[in-house]
């Protein structure tokens, strides 16, 4: 052979026999290259996939490359490695199938078009498990017809899913790599044709036999290119994903600002912050509110123009604050600063800005204005609970010395109005008079002390005001003429009814009619008129006296309140007065010397109940009620009182108008007396008092009506001890006539009547 021939040829194989090696090399080096980037681990799927493929492709290239090392040892004398070939032959096709399949998941995954893990899995170990069978097998030629046909397409079906994923910032990387597969592609499809016609001839099929015959070289180059392009994408991923974590990181940043800044503007707290000179930054909706100023108006402003601290200042306390080894929020009472210069009360905590680069504070700031209004209404409902437990306690006292006064003057006032009357006129006449009216103010003396204490149970009926002023003028006016004084009523044509207590607001007549006599001098006036007021009937006590001195014009009507000298009242009349007109949702106003010649002019204002004609009308002065006669037999009262002078004086006055008295110290004595007799025969009207050794009325009453509620109807309780009997809601129930001790004989006269007559 010719010399430069031999050497060409020595050239050509040396070419032949070591383009696997460097293959093989290249392989090797791509799987180091991927056991580097396992610790990348946002990427470690993408990487583990193509370790496999080269991992595999180096196990195929083994195979080559050894007996290719084989070759060159034996031409050169050796013995060759075709041992070692042979040990690694049965792996070549698993690794060449596994290759194939790993580097199709590979660039499926990198196109993000990943399969799940186990489908992966699953796939590539039965791939590889196809590839071991036929290497078994012996069947090279199946294996390579796989091969020729399933490497164009993989890469080919590949490259398209790549190059759809080529976009955005992945747009390089992909693109590359989609340009190696299809490269990879094209040299596979090469081979293909080559095999299919391995002697065609023609320009095309000359090129495709030569690059099938330097088919080792070009697999090296593509399997290089191949590297470097997942390479590429897989460090892009890792690029993207440490954007996309920082993209992430900013966002959240983002997110909890705007839901910091939300929580601030929803607390109802002023939240402020200032810089490290104490000039406001910023302020949220609560602090805008609070200090009734635009958000624009605090920003520069000092932090001292919104909170007024005397002592420290806001930026001390701060300083504080911070060195302050406990961390425990300390809470400042001061006066904030409205924008209109109003102050008010709050308290604040304060902080420090942990900002290096723009110190500042922080103050959160709570209006106390409702919490001290209510502190103060406490306060006072504090006071008025002590107060009214105080009023209980001297209740029970005043019911208890009044129980005691009521029966003596019960007494005195009975007989001497009896007396008056029968009594022959001049001095002796006059003096029971004077006693009559001395018991009488004594009388509404206990009832204005009664009235203040006690939660009064009234029993209101509709009545003709006409009526009750005349009646109460008429027992006042001999009270008023002993005095010297002329008191008259003045009555219009025209009035309404009203629904009231009687004998309550005869109470407040009286009270009024007596403090203008006390005003008066001798040879003044007192009148009592009624005035309509379109829905409201006014009943008016005027006095021709000097009225009340304006320093005291706002203190006659509080409790205690009195000009008179000791012992001539308490000073409860206007202020218990005041009471029976609010319960009866009306008022009483005083208008002082509203005109020249009157004093004092009191108005009591009530509600109108209807025309007059509905109202019940009630007589200016009942005659004391005749007793019923049945079968031919004068009728009866039981008197049951354990005080031996009340009944003598009560029998006294039933005598008197025609009735048979009966008498018992206490209702057991009561209940014997009546057992034997019929109710057809019994007292026509039972007076009972309430409170008797023994037993008492409710208890009598309780008995008769369970035994002979015939009789129970026609009880009359006379009591001293009121606050208790009321209050229990006892007669209210019991719906029997109730009259209170000191009574005077109209009174009971008008209990007779309505338990006998109905009316
Ligand atoms: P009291 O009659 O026990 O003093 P009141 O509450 O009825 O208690 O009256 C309080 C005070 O109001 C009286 O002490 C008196 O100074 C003043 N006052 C009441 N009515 C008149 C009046 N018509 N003219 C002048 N002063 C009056």
């Known amino acids: 052979m010719h010399p430069q021939v031999q050497a060409v040829s020595g050239l050509f194989k040396a070419v032949l026999v070591i383009g696997p090696v460097v293959e093989w090399a290249s392989a090797l080096l791509l799987v180091g290259a991927f056991v580097l980037m396992l610790p990348l681990s946002s990427q470690r799927r993408l990487v583990v996939v193509w370790l496999t493929a080269w991992a595999a492709q180096a196990l195929s290239l083994t195979y080559s490359a050894f007996e290719s090392i084989g070759q060159i040892i034996h031409s050169a004398g050796g013995p060759g490695l075709g041992i070692w070939a042979a040990i690694i032959g049965p792996f070549y096709w698993p690794a060449r199938f596994l290759f194939i399949a790993a580097v199709g998941f590979g660039c499926l995954a990198a196109a993000g078009r990943r399969a799940p893990v186990r489908v992966e899995r699953i796939a590539l170990v039965a791939i590889a498990v196809v590839g071991l069978l036929i290497g078994i097998f012996d069947a090279d030629y199946l294996a390579i017809a796989i091969e020729s046909i399933v490497t164009p397409l993989v890469f080919f079906g590949v490259a398209q899913f790549i190059f759809s994923a080529a976009v955005g910032p992945r747009f390089r990387g992909l693109t590359f790599l989609g340009v190696v597969t299809t490269l990879y592609g094209t040299l596979a499809t090469c081979y293909l044709i080559d095999q299919l ?86 302020a949220n909706e609560g602090a805008v509110l609070l200090l009734g100023v635009g958000p624009g108006a605090l920003v520069g402003q000092p932090i001292s123009a919104v909170i007024d601290r005397p002592t420290e200042s806001v930026l001390d306390l701060m300083h504080e604050a911070e060195v302050r080894a406990n961390r425990d929020l300390i809470t400042y009472p001061a006066s904030g600063i409205r924008g209109d210069g109003e102050r008010f009360p709050i308290e604040f905590t304060v902080g420090r800005l942990r900002n290096a680069e723009k110190p500042g504070g922080v103050v959160v700031i709570r209006d106390l204005t409702l919490q001290q209004a209510m502190l103060a209404e406490r306060e006072e409902f504090e006071r008025k609970m002590a107060e009214s437990e105080k009023m209980l306690a001297i209740g029970r006292v005043v019911s208890g010395v009044a129980h005691e006064l009521n029966n003596p003057l019960a007494v005195v006032v009975g007989e001497s109005e009896q007396l008056v009357e029968s009594a022959p006129g001049g001095e002796v006449r006059t003096g029971l008079r004077t006693i009559h009216e001395q018991a009488n103010r004594a009388r509404h003396i206990i009832r204005d002390l009664l009235a203040f204490v006690r939660h009064r149970d009234d029993q209101r009926e509709e009545i003709n005001p006409v009526h009750l002023v005349e009646r109460t003028v008429s027992t006042q006016r001999p009270a008023a003429e002993a005095r010297g004084i002329t008191l008259t009523a003045d009555i219009p044509d025209r009035v309404l009814a009203i629904r009231v207590d009687p004998s309550a607001i005869e ?129 009866e009262v039981l008197l049951i009182d354990d005080e031996p002078a009340v009944r003598a004086t009560l029998a006294k006055l039933f005598r008197r108008a025609g009735w048979e008295v009966l008498e018992a110290a206490s209702g057991r004595e009561a209940i014997d007396l009546l057992s034997p007799i019929a109710d057809s025969d019994a007292p026509a009207v039972i007076l009972c008092d309430l409170k008797m050794p023994g037993m008492g009325g409710e208890e009598f009453h309780r008995q008769i009506a369970r035994q002979r509620p015939a009789l129970a109807k026609r009880v009359i309780f006379v009591t001293g001890d009121v606050v208790e009997s009321l209050s229990s809601g006892f007669i209210a129930a019991s719906g029997c006539q109730v009259v209170e001790k000191p009574f005077t004989v109209a009174e009971i006269a008008r209990a007779v009547s309505v338990t006998v007559n109905g009316r």
């Open 197 to 282: 016609s391995p002697r065609s001839t023609g320009s095309l099929m000359t090129l495709i036999h030569l690059v099938r015959f330097s088919s080792v070289y070009g697999d090296a180059i593509a399997l290089a290119l191949l590297g470097v392009g997942v390479i590429v994408v897989i460090v892009q991923e890792a690029f993207l994903d440490v954007i996309e974590a920082h993209e992430k990181r900013i966002r959240a940043v983002a997110e909890s600002e705007f839901r910091l800044n939300d929580i601030i503007q929803a607390a109802q707290e002023a939240i402020i912050t200032f810089d490290a000179g104490g000039q406001i930054e910023l």
């Open 507 to 635: 109470q407040v007549l009286v009270n009024l009619i007596d403090n203008a006599c006390e005003a008066v001098p001798a040879g003044g006036a007192v009148r009592v008129c009624i005035r309509i007021a379109r829905d409201r009937v006014e009943l008016i006590v005027e006095d021709s006296g000097p009225g009340i001195p304006e320093s005291l014009v706002g203190k006659v009507f509080e409790p205690f309140y009195t000009t008179k000298e000791t012992g001539r009242g308490p000073g409860l009349g206007l202020s218990v007065s005041f009471g029976i007109a609010e319960q009866h949702d009306g008022s009483l106003r005083l208008e002082n010397r509203p005109q020249s010649g009157i004093g004092a002019r009191f108005i009591l204002s009530l509600p109108a109940a209807g025309p007059v004609a509905a109202a019940a009308s009630m007589a200016t002065r009942r005659p004391f009620p005749s007793p019923p006669i049945s079968n031919g037999k004068v009728g």
